[in-house]
């Protein structure tokens, strides 16, 4: 059994992309992810599950529908399931995902800005 | 659909108890709880989930029949389904844990730490 403990900045110093997100801890069938967004993305859904954004460093903007949240370092939002949204940070900003194994981080829209899963740092 | 963000800060400022874990946001069947430490819990484990640690303020060490890992602000470890495990903070130290709805804090250990689930804050 490892003892290593994961330190969530030395992890985000070794990401030079935007939108690549990259896993550093598994728990049951959930993975944590660490991204850097910078920009904004594609509006998308996920339709099996919730997907939950922490918010580590900067300030990110996820639209939505009918609404806006804006988050800051230290704050998180759980996106429910099936609700369309669009992850914006005007300047880089570092966030940790949380969601299970395998989901597409474009959801059903696609694109250019789809990213390989399983991409451990 | 709510638009209100989670501010962990805002939070923990309304947790005046140790070892009360107070559930701030709900991911498919995951709870995230917020959570003081001060002083040593009981050995216990959780023989169906693994459990994730992320510690937001303060030093924390989680004692292991073979090891110990200590660690800081930023800093996450998952806790092994089914691995005795006793947390400790020397000094007060706060912690988000990431785990199904329903985990029993003191795992089969029981006593008089085992804290009521699903209080929110």
Redesign the interface.
Known sequence: ?S???????DKLSKINEHWSPRV?????E?Q?KLVKLGGEFVWHQHDD????FLV?DGQIRID?R??????GA?????V?RG?SHRPVAEQEASVML???RGVVNTGEAGGELTAENDRWI
Chains 1, 2 share one sequence.
Request: aromatic share 8%.
């Open positions: 059994m003892h290593t403990v994961i330190n969530l900045a550093v801890a598994e728990m049951n959930l944590f599950t919730d997907e939950a580590l939505f009918d609404g806006v949240v804006e988050l230290g704050e998180m939002y759980v429910p609700v949380i969601e299970p």
